[in-house]
């Protein structure tokens, strides 16, 4: 058998869980841990993984890797990482007593960074994200998700977009992109919310799928300052009607059922839902849809409500992890950060957060060829130098990544 590459003298997570094992002999494996293990691709895809001593070949390119750990490449699976400037403003108003909600009403938050989006150009909006990719690919990240939602626009989501698909062209990375045009109501349509609802549903998300530069379409479901549930689905029938899957923005400030919406329409994932009732938690989970925690949103606006992980673990939800990097409720393009705050605010174990970065936030962009090391798989690794994986979840501001591997490059 011939390989491409083989890495050799490294530990590996392989994300797939199993009972006991020669190196775990005193319980479940939930990580797939192979101690002095080897991985080895062909064609940019995973050709065999396993312990060293038992590789059935060698290969033109052998990498050692001295004792570091191999993850599957990490996945922010969402992001809003095209904007233009910055909301530091508001962030001195929510220390000084206003809430996030009070913000917006006064035509603050998204609208803020809506004005500022629209007045830049394509260039622009690349090189003020090109900075916060890299430090997310500094970190192991293989793959991103990046949302439009700040041109309430078709011209201004457009241009996201595509600034968007132009980060993948400039970065060994792998960018997948979501239509959020329902993210907040316009100014040009205050007080007619329903009507910018139906605009989006008739005129903006055609377009944009009539281009191809929109890979989902999401949705902002809150009955204060977002979607209602009926307006939300009317975009989502939109979307079902062009071969688009769906995910939405749900339960971050309250219980709008946006949970249960989410899983009627089987979308890819319902994201904060720090609200959720249990009935539309186990609804997502008969539905496949993804439970995409943003601790990193939870910490920065203050939040109290802590999302019932209890239901999700009782109903066998699947939870992601991710940055949710924005200029209003989360700038932090850092999903290590992510692992520590997932575990200390939300009490993930380790293998719940791992997973929640791996093979959930795979299963959170529909994207089944990577998130784990197996045969088959598209070759994206991590590789960290560290002692044991709970360090991933473990430091706070440390980046113990030492490389990545792009489609085995």
């Not at 020669?22 to 050709?47: F, H, Y």
């Not at 809506?114 to 900075?131: F, G």
């Not at 809150?222 to 995910?247: H, M, N, Q, W």
């Not at 692992?339 to 929640?356: I, K, P, S, Y």
């Amino acid at each position: 058998m011939s390989f491409d590459r083989v890495w050799l003298d490294a530990n590996l997570a392989t994300m797939i869980p199993r009972a006991g094992g020669a190196t775990m002999p005193r319980g479940d494996d939930p990580l797939g841990i192979i101690e002095d293990g080897a991985i080895a691709s062909k064609d940019g895809r995973i050709a065999w993984v396993g312990r060293r001593a038992d590789l059935p070949s060698s290969a033109a390119s052998v990498t050692r890797c001295d004792g570091a750990w191999i993850l599957p490449g990490l996945i922010d699976c969402h992001t809003h990482l095209v904007f233009a400037g910055d909301r530091a403003r508001e962030f001195e108003m929510r220390l000084e007593g206003a809430s996030y909600e009070e913000i917006a009403k006064a035509g603050g938050g998204i609208l803020s960074t809506v004005r500022a989006t629209r007045a830049a150009t394509e260039q622009a909006l690349i090189d003020s994200a090109l900075p916060r990719l890299d430090e997310l690919l500094a970190q192991g990240v293989t793959t991103v998700e990046i949302k439009s939602g700040y041109g309430l626009d078709l011209e201004t989501e457009a241009r996201m977009l595509r600034a968007a698909r132009a980060l993948g062209r400039r970065r060994d990375v792998a960018v997948t992109t979501t239509l959020l045009a329902a993210h907040a109501v316009p100014p040009e349509y205050q007080g007619h919310r329903a009507d910018f609802a139906r605009h989006v549903a008739d005129a903006i998300l055609p377009a944009i799928a009539a281009e191809g530069i929109a890979d989902a379409v999401d949705a902002f479901t809150d009955s204060a300052i977002g979607f209602t549930p009926a307006e939300t689905e009317a975009v989502f029938l939109a979307a079902r009607a062009l071969g688009l899957p769906v995910k939405l923005h749900a339960d971050q400030l309250r219980d709008d059922a946006g949970a249960g919406l989410a899983a009627r329409f089987g979308a890819l994932s319902a994201d904060h839902i720090e609200y959720a009732s249990a009935t539309g938690i186990e609804a997502m989970a008969r539905a496949g849809t993804v439970g995409v925690l943003l601790p990193g949103a939870y910490y920065f606006i203050r939040e109290t409500h802590l999302p019932d992980i209890a239901a999700m673990r009782a109903a066998g939800l699947r939870m992601a992890l991710a940055t949710d990097c924005n200029p209003g409720s989360c700038p932090s393009p850092n999903l290590l950060l992510m692992l520590n705050l997932g575990c200390t605010l939300f009490r993930l174990t380790v293998a719940e957060a791992l997973a929640g970065v791996t093979t959930h936030a795979a299963a959170a962009l529909g994207l089944p060829d990577r998130g784990a090391l197996a045969p088959g798989l598209r070759c994206d690794l991590s590789l960290f130098a560290i002692n044991r994986p709970a360090e991933l979840c473990y430091w706070l501001g440390r980046n113990p990544c030492i490389g990545r591997i792009v489609v085995g490059q």
